[in-house]
């Protein structure tokens, strides 16, 4: 864990680090407002230690939400309510697996699930990813198995593909028949921008063989510090007792906060506002790297989130791509590194989320300039 550098976020965001949504525009004065409210209403209660699950409001508002947008099954008594979605994956791999089971992963995957799988002791298995998503194929013809499966089937990380739907209810079946755990993270699928979103996997499963991951880092602010768990019911209680052996409960005046903040509909607000805006700022970023980057880079055009995927066209390396980026005050983070196989295509993601289109030209010429200085 330690030679792999942990997971951390860059504190003071610069173009084009990325997984990093606006802040600049959050509505200050109504959080300000209802975290007033919340004080008021609760007194000195709300100081005090809270549920370990997460307090109810939150719960049933996340219920409500997930239902609604993401057709997911939930209510409040099967959500836990944690700091974060990468405290999530090292709870599930903690509770649901041994030291030295078997895991499937996507090829490639997101660093930070990979990361918590390690540390736990697991061997972590890549599945090939393609257009459709993970290949299911590689799945179920797998003579070993796996104790579990963990994925990003509504914008995988880093391609941005969408799991086919024919391959989610076939992992389902498998999941079922194996009694496997099927762990989706569903990490931005707040930001869709073309097309229709895709019902969660957790929504299709029947058999509560699925352990869905929500975040708020993605859809509100980093430092909100709140990512939930929809569990089986025959999951909700023990996880709630492990994650008192990790940091006993989230923050309650925060929790209590968000909660109002959903019921009011001020949170639905906020997203449909925000996905307009980055459906812009990603609409700029593709046409400015076509534009300027197009004898360096293939760019990957999502259909949504938060980040774009490029990959390197030239004979330019990764590593000098972004070193020669970060010389001038430019954040690539590499696709290499995400990938378990050899056959890893060189490139790197750009964030476009939390920097406006004036602010993204002006990086896009600056990192057209470095690349172009590269010696070749």
Sequence with gaps: MF????????LVPRPFTHGIPETRGFPLQ??????????KHYGTKALLHGDPQGCKPLRRAIADYVNLERGARATADRILVLTSSQQAMSLCATMLLDAGDRIFIEDPAYHGARRAFDAAGLESVPVRVDRQGIVVEQIIGDPRGAKAVFLTPSHQF???AKLA?????????????????LIEDDYDSEFHYSGKPTACVQGLDPHDRTIYIGTFTKSLFPSLRIGYLILPPQLVEPMTVARTVLDGHTAQITQLTLAWFMEGGHFGAHIRAMRAIYAERL???ARLVEKHLSPF?????PIGGL???????????????IEAARRVGIELFGLSALHASGEAETGFLMGFAAYTPEEIEVAVKALANALGSIPR
């Design 30 to 39: 109504l959080w300000e407002r209802l975290n007033r409210q919340v004080l």
């Design 307 to 321: 980040q774009m995927p490029c990959v390197l066209t030239c004979n330019i390396s990764e590593r000098a791509a």
């Design 158 to 160: 880093p391609t941005g």
């Design 297 to 301: 880079v293939e760019a990957r055009v």
């Design 165 to 181: 739907l024919d391959r989610r209810l076939a992992l389902i079946e498998w999941a079922a028949r194996n009694q496997t755990w």
């Design 283 to 285: 609409k700029a970023l």
């Design 3 to 10: 030679r792999d550098g942990g997971v951390r976020g860059i």
